[in-house]
């Protein structure tokens, strides 16, 4: 969920001076007339874009008004192309002054505002000309979309970006400058599309940067003003800084509140709160806020949206249905006639397939089957691609559990999509946790076949070769991964895994070795070398191994288990004891325990087999009962009598 800064100031009405007045109200034009229009633009640095915002309009307007506020690229040389007049002006630290420098020099009956990441629609530009020639209206707003270039519109809003010369119309505010205008406008079906918002990371961070220090600068100067409290929200909002941006949020609710102001921006601001309390998973706050959105503005789409998102998590399914047709049905209205928006951006034109994948899942979970496969149906219908919605419901089944169903609803997705790794990866891991490995290394092969390159696929499939006791296959597929990647370290480390399962010990310490050079912290390399060294007698390299472990606080029950073997094998029990301690420790076992023998301290290593059996950690629980056969031999008594089977132990 994003949204879009708005400049809303044309609620505003300013006073006139007798000169502006005059121009206001003289007589109007005769039809027959022809009103010229002047382009208006501000730039620096906008070479990647400035050629297509001037095609889409350059034979439309009558002159190209250009002010260059210090570009260091190829802007200006673009804009002579297009017998742009070029005015170059310094940065002030301010949209506004610089876009009324632009205004200054227009000569033309009408006013074109535009920003270099901007194009007009091929098949609406050609209109300027006509609504021009309506007297009766001092402004005329536009719908803009914005959206990727070659992709869908992501939302839309109302700009006041054409209107009549000579008015003493101007910009006010230094970051999200907003025309101060008066007298009749309308609305008029010429669409701009503004690609400024979908920029590169380093891109949005600089204009972050920029944008915050500039609105920190505004509050200071009029800390009672809610228009750049609430642009900072936004701004924070857009950087998923959540309790930043509430901070400004509720401060600007409370200014507009407190100014019983009718903004459209008060609206978009209770959004703002919504979406902040939505990501911080605070559902209570996210529907207070977008209620009151709502009650500001009955048609509000995103509101709805959001809403549905609420009840869909909150499992009110009523709710969940009341919201999706609010929704769906404010949508319709907006397809119908982009110029009936606001000037707030609506940024949710593109969820109506997860408006109804919501609701396939949510009659799914009632057990409404054909009421389900009918909102999964309206779903792809929405949806750009046909297997999004079986994956959208597919993996929350998985995530729930619902394995059968989830598999169900996986496989429909790839039928329209058979090479879809998503699909495939998720449909891998249900196979996998149904206990059905060998599906689920088909599902990774399959990844192969569309795309042999898919190392994540690779290193996949080999982790399950070994978990499915295949260790040659699992190297060989390893292999195939360093091969790629040399310095894959999971790769390696899992390769010397499957080596030590084939019993070739010295490839595998080797591995590990040169893994604990690259990484000597490791825990699971380290856990290996002890494991390896206290194998082969080695217990003094074992022991080195397992206290590193404790010193990164990693493995700590295998690390005294490991030690407690090793200091046996050395003959120091007093060492042996301390690690026993340690392991009752963590295991919440009672210690204060007096020992008198090495049969005492081995009844202390059945406890802590026995409880280990109860978390269900086998492997450690007949590693204990190893060392408590070493400490005393008829203890293989008592467990293979506590056993439902005997317990063969090897000291």
């Not at 990441?117 to 719908?143: F, G």
């Not at 790629?484 to 010295?506: Q, V, W």
């Not at 081995?602 to 007949?622: D, F, P, R, V």
């Amino acid at each position: 969920m994003s949204t879009k800064e708005a400049n809303l100031k044309s609620e505003n009405r300013s006073s006139k001076s007798p000169a502006q007045k005059a121009r206001q109200d003289s007589p109007k034009q005769s039809p027959a007339h022809n009103p010229t229009l002047s382009l208006c633009m501000i730039v620096k640095d906008e070479e990647k874009s400035l050629s297509t915002c001037l095609e889409s309009v350059k034979d439309h307007v009558d002159e190209i008004i250009i002010v260059d506020t210090g570009s260091t690229d190829s802007t200006v040389e673009i804009a002579k192309k297009y017998n742009a007049k070029i005015y170059h002006h310094p940065w002030e630290n301010s949209f506004s002054k610089a876009r009324n420098y632009s205004l200054k020099y227009a000569t033309c009956d009408w006013i074109l505002i535009m920003d270099a990441d901007e194009e007009m629609e091929s098949n609406d530009a050609h209109k300027l000309r006509e609504v021009i020639k309506d007297d009766d209206v001092n402004l005329i707003y536009l719908p803009a979309f914005s959206k990727h270039k070659g992709g869908k519109n992501s939302s839309v809003y109302l700009i006041e970006r054409l209107y009549k010369n000579h008015l003493g119309f101007h910009y006010e505010g230094t970051v999200h400058n907003a025309l101060n205008f008066s007298g009749p406008h309308k609305n008029e079906n010429i669409v701009v599309y503004h690609y400024g918002y979908h920029q590169g990371e380093e891109q949005m961070e600089k204009r972050f940067a920029r944008t915050s220090t500039l609105l920190k600068e505004q509050i200071m100067n009029d800390p009672e003003n809610p228009v750049p409290h609430h642009n900072l929200a936004i701004s924070y909002l857009d950087r998923q800084m959540n309790d930043k941006c509430l901070e400004e949020a509720l401060e600007a609710i409370r200014l507009f509140e407190l100014q019983n102001s009718d903004s459209q921006m008060r609206l978009l601001c209770h959004y703002v709160a919504c979406v902040a309390f939505f990501r911080k998973q605070d559902l209570y706050n996210a529907e207070k806020y977008a209620l009151k959105a709502i009650k500001f503005y009955p048609d509000y789409l995103d509101a709805h949206c959001i809403l549905t998102s609420i009840y869909f998590l909150q499992k009110e399914y009523d709710k969940c249905d009341k919201a999706t047709k609010s929704y769906l049905r404010s949508l319709k209205s907006i397809q119908s006639d982009p110029s009936k928006v606001m000037s707030i951006p609506f940024d949710t034109l593109n969820h109506a397939w997860l408006a109804h994948t919501r609701m396939a899942i949510n009659h799914y979970e009632q057990g409404n089957q054909d009421y389900g496969r009918q909102a999964l149906n309206n779903a792809i219908n929405c949806a750009d691609n046909a297997w999004e919605p079986y994956f959208a419901v597919g993996k929350h089944f998985a995530e729930h559990n619902n394995l059968k169903m989830a598999e169900r609803l996986l496989c429909d997705g790839l039928k329209h999509n058979p090479g879809n790794k998503e699909i495939q990866y998720y449909l891998a891991s249900t196979y996998e946790r149904s206990g059905e490995t060998e599906k689920a290394i088909a599902c990774l092969e399959q990844i192969l076949v569309y795309q042999p390159e898919e190392a994540q696929a690779r290193y996949n499939l080999g982790l399950l070769l070994l978990k499915c006791n295949k260790p040659d296959e699992a190297i060989k597929t390893f292999k195939s991964v360093i091969n790629k990647e040399p310095e894959h370290f999971d790769a390696r480390l899992n390769m010397a895994i499957a080596y030590e399962k084939t019993g070739n010990i010295d490839e595998s310490k080797d591995i590990y070795n040169a893994l604990a050079t690259i990484n000597p912290e490791n825990p699971d390399v380290l856990l290996r070398l002890g494991s390896i060294y206290l194998q082969e007698n080695d217990n003094n390299m074992a022991t080195e191994y397992f206290l590193k472990l404790l010193k990164i606080e990693k493995y700590l029950k295998e690390a005294h288990l490991g030690l407690s073997k090793a200091y046996l094998y050395i003959n120091d029990p007093e060492s042996c004891m301390r690690s026993c301690d340690e392991l009752l420790k963590h295991l919440n076992l009672p210690r204060n325990i007096t020992i008198n023998s090495l049969n005492d301290l081995s009844k202390l290593y059945m406890l802590i087999g026995t409880t280990l059996i109860k978390h269900q950690n086998e492997a450690l629980a007949g590693f204990a009962f190893e060392i408590a056969v070493l400490l005393d031999p008829d203890a293989l008594k008592s467990i293979q009598a506590e056993a439902a089977e005997p317990v063969t132990c090897n000291p």
